[in-house]
């Protein structure tokens, strides 16, 4: 994956090209330093990327990403490497973005809300007696 360098030296080899891998390469050679990424796959992105086998897609890893809100974590970290701009995104439902069903109960769908209280809220629907485990 390497580029062609002549004299081979870098000053930092990453090992790994997922999200962690290339967000550090790029930060690492915005100052100023020779970077290296080295992917063990055909393909880089770790679970950034999907997958075919028997020309089946497998979407293995993100799907949605949170802290894009103004001054949260990945807002800032989208911004400082520059991609902040060209998002195009759409926030998922507050009171359940993620639903969660056991093989016993399948018409059961649990939610998992956004917000540390409102997590509890919405699962106190379903679980009345365990606020306090849910807290
Ligand atoms: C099923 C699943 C669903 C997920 N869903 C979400 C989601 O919806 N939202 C979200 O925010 N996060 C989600 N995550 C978590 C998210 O995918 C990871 O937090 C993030 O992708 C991790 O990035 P990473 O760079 O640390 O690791 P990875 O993406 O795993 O990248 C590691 C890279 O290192 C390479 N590598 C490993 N060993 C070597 C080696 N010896 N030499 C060279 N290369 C090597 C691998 O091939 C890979 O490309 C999910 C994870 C999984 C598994």
């Not at 990403?65 to 195009?88: A, T, W």
Request: proline content about 2%; charged content about 25%.
């Amino acid at each position: 994956m390497a580029e062609e360098n002549k004299d081979e030296t870098y000053d930092v080899i990453v090992i790994g090209s997922g999200l962690s891998g290339l967000f550090s390469a790029l930060l690492l050679a915005r100052a100023g330093k020779k970077v290296c990424v080295l992917e063990k796959n055909q393909q880089y992105g770790g679970n950034l990327q999907t997958f075919k086998r028997n020309h089946i897609l497998f979407d293995t890893g993100v799907h949605y990403v949170g802290s894009l809100s103004e001054g949260q974590v990945l807002y800032e970290y989208f911004k400082e490497v520059g991609i902040m701009q060209d998002l195009s995104l759409e926030r998922l439902d507050l009171n359940g973005y993620d639903r969660i069903c056991f093989g016993d109960t399948p018409d059961v769908m649990y939610p998992h809300a956004q917000g540390y209280e409102n997590f509890v809220k919405q699962l106190l629907i379903y679980f009345p007696e365990e606020r306090k485990a849910l807290e």
